[in-house]
Structure formats: structure tokens, C-alpha cells
């Protein structure tokens, strides 16, 4: 079946707009994460879904940034008042259930802020 | 300061070298060790090790996990550039928020 699908695949805006990326999964995937990868650097975490819980917001990097899944699918991941530094790559990966560490990968989504 | 530490950062070499990647953590509460390959954007999965001592191949890709001395190798023989890309290490399966290691770039010239 399908992979890991992001869009847009490339985003520009000018500091201070609001975006919105969006992520859908491997379909029966129950965990989805959000990562950041900013130039030479590794993935950094941002938020974890699993199923119908509460999700790990521990990763995100300020109150500019939110995500939601919806029907334990589809996500979307808002940054509002865009910053330079939200300059990055947002990857998006999935997998069968929270105890399944191999991760699928959507082609990611790279944003710049100008 | 990084829990999971990746060396060389980079590396260059020519068609048919091998090469050892390390990957050095200080995490000890996760399930498992994996390696990807980022060629573009998406990382592809490689290996996952849970068990120390026990060699993982696939074609020309080997890897092993030695958790008494807190390390992980990714070696590949005979490269071909399709190998060029960056190798990622991750920990995973404790609290179930993976920890990247930040990569080694490999470039592979024919």
C-alpha cells in the first residue's frame, strides 16, 4: 500500500504567516510522530500520537506550535507567527502501534521562513 | 549536550572502500538500536538490533550492537555511490520518544 505522505512538499512564507503541514500515515498505523531536522542536524522530536491518547507534546519547541490528528489518521502540525528559525525539514513518520519501533517515513516537508 | 553520538560527522571515499560508522549513546532505558539511510529527505529503515553481540546483514550492509560498552557499527563493504547518503542512528522502545543521533554524511566518488 500507500507510504507516509506530506504536503506541501516545499513551503514559503514570510516571517510572522501562519502554515500548516499536513501528514497522512501508513493506513492502520496507530503511532505518528512529527521531527524537525534543521541543516546538519539530527531529527528532533516534536510530538507523538498514539491512538485515542493524549499526545506527547514534550518536543515542541514553543506555544507557537501545535498538531492535531484527527480520527487517528490524518495530522496536521501549525506553526503561527513563523520565525527564521522554524526554518527546517518536518518529517512525519508512522508506525503499527507505540511498541513497534521501526518507523516509516513520510519525504518530509521543507519550509523556509523569510 | 548529545546522548546519542554518531562519528566520523562525515566521510569521503571511493567505490569499493569499506567503512565503519560508530554510533556511541549514553541512553540505557530503550528496547532498541536502529540504523536509516537519509538519501533525500525521507530516512529508509536498515537495521534494528536489540540484543548485544548478534550481527545483522543485509547485502553489503552489516551492523552490531554492543551494549556493555554503549556503542553500535554500521559497517558497508565494497560502496558504490548509491551508498552516499547520511547514515542515522536512533534509540528507541524506553520512553518511547526516539533519540537521533545527528547523522554521518557519506559520499561515495566512483
Known amino acids: 500500500g500507500a507510504g507516509v505522505s506530506q504536503s506541501p512538499s516545499n513551503k514559503v512564507t514570510e516571517k510572522g504567516k501562519d502554515v500548516e503541514l499536513r501528514c497522512d500515515p501508513i493506513s492502520g498505523h496507530t503511532a505518528l510522530y512529527w521531527y524537525r531536522q534543521s541543516l546538519g542536524q539530527g531529527l528532533e522530536f516534536l510530538i507523538y500520537?498514539?491512538?485515542?491518547?493524549?499526545?506527547?507534546k514534550s518536543g515542541l519547541p514553543s506555544d507557537r506550535f501545535s498538531a492535531e490528528r484527527t480520527g487517528g489518521s490524518v495530522s496536521t502540525l501549525t506553526i503561527q507567527r513563523t520565525q527564521q528559525e522554524d526554518s527546517a525539514v518536518y518529517l512525519c513518520?508512522?508506525?503499527?502501534?507505540?511498541?513497534?519501533?521501526?518507523?516509516?517515513f513520510g519525504p518530509g516537508t521543507r519550509l523556509l521562513v523569510l | 549536550e548529545d546522548k546519542v553520538v554518531q562519528s566520523p560527522l562525515s566521510l569521503v571515499v571511493h567505490e569499493g572502500d569499506t567503512v565503519t560508522l560508530n554510533c556511541s549513546y549514553e541512553?540505557?532505558?530503550?528496547?532498541?538500536l536502529l540504523w536509516y539511510k537519509q538519501e533525500k529527505k525521507a530516512p529508509t529503515f536498515l537495521f534494528m538490533l536489540t540484543s548485544s553481540g548478534i550481527e545483522k546483514k543485509s547485502g553489503r550492509l552489516s551492523s552490531i550492537l554492543d551494549k556493555k560498552e554503549l556503542f553500535s557499527i554500521l559497517n558497508i563493504t565494497a560502496t558504490q555511490t548509491g551508498d552516499s547518503a547520511i547514515y542515522l542512528c536512533v534509540l528507541s522502545g524506553g520512553s518511547y520518544i526516539p533519540t537521533f543521533g545527528r547523522g554521518t554524511s557519506l559520499i561515495v566518488h566512483p
Open positions: 513518520a508512522s508506525s503499527p502501534a507505540v511498541d513497534e519501533e521501526t518507523q516509516y
Open positions: 541512553v540505557t532505558n530503550f528496547r532498541s
Open positions: 500520537f498514539q491512538g485515542n491518547s493524549a499526545p506527547d
